[in-house]
């Protein structure tokens, strides 16, 4: 059975105070309107797990999903468009980098971009960001199902060749519409899972 298959909403939070004790995250980021939360739900076999909105960078707290034996996915506030006050912004902003670089308990990050638009300027920092920290990176190539077979070869082609100097990155092509691609993350966060000490071994989280 799918490790998402059970996700169930745990928590959200927008202090990094707040956060819960966990034994291990895995965080999902990305472009206001790369299909985040659409992706989120697609690989939970869900509907509304995740909140799906027209309106990009509605998602502007981070949000725990539970997976069990004190597992999460935790959905993190897209990052550049969004139409809401600067302070507001700055807040995301703050919030984002502080858990980004000292949650200790963030296994691995599912960096979302659009199939169409990939590697952004915000997405390269992100990926600059989050590469201090020596965790692995798995990109979700989102709305595939826009592209032709060999359109969607070429552009993998290229993100792979961009990033061939990350070799903590991976990158795959995932449709949420299609339900495409949704093995290959399974198999990707379930060894990242896998990797970690038994329960009860792991240093408390800080």
């Known amino acids: 059975m799918s490790i998402f298959q059970n996700a169930k909403f745990y928590t959200t939070v927008n202090h990094m105070k707040d956060l819960p004790a966990t034994r291990a995250e895995v965080a999902f980021v990305g472009r206001s309107n790369a299909g985040k939360s659409s992706a989120i739900n697609t690989l939970a076999n869900r509907t509304r797990l995740a909140y799906v909105s027209k309106t990009p960078g509605r998602t502007q707290h981070i949000n725990f999903f539970e997976l069990g034996e ?5 959905d993190l506030p897209g990052y550049g468009y969004a139409e809401v006050p600067e302070a507001v912004r700055a ?10 670089r000292t949650r200790q308990s963030l296994i691995g990050l599912l960096l979302i971009m659009d199939a169409r638009h990939p ?8 990926l600059e960001f989050f590469r201090e920290t020596s965790r692995p ?13 060999q359109e969607q070869n070429k552009v993998l082609a290229l993100v792979k060749r961009e990033l061939a ?31 970690l000490p038994p329960a009860g071994d792991a240093e408390p989280e800080l």
Request: hydrophobic share 45%.
């Open 70 to 74: 004190e597992c999460f996915l935790v």
């Open 91 to 100: 807040h995301w902003v703050e919030l984002l980098g502080r858990y980004l």
């Open 119 to 126: 590697l952004k300027d915000l997405d390269r920092r992100m």
């Open 137 to 149: 990176v798995h990109i979700l190539l989102s709305k595939a199902d826009k592209l032709s077979r």
């Open 165 to 195: 100097d990350y070799p903590s990155v991976s990158v795959q092509m995932f449709s949420s519409l299609k339900k495409a691609g949704v093995d290959e993350v399974e198999q990707v966060v379930k060894g990242w899972f896998d990797a």
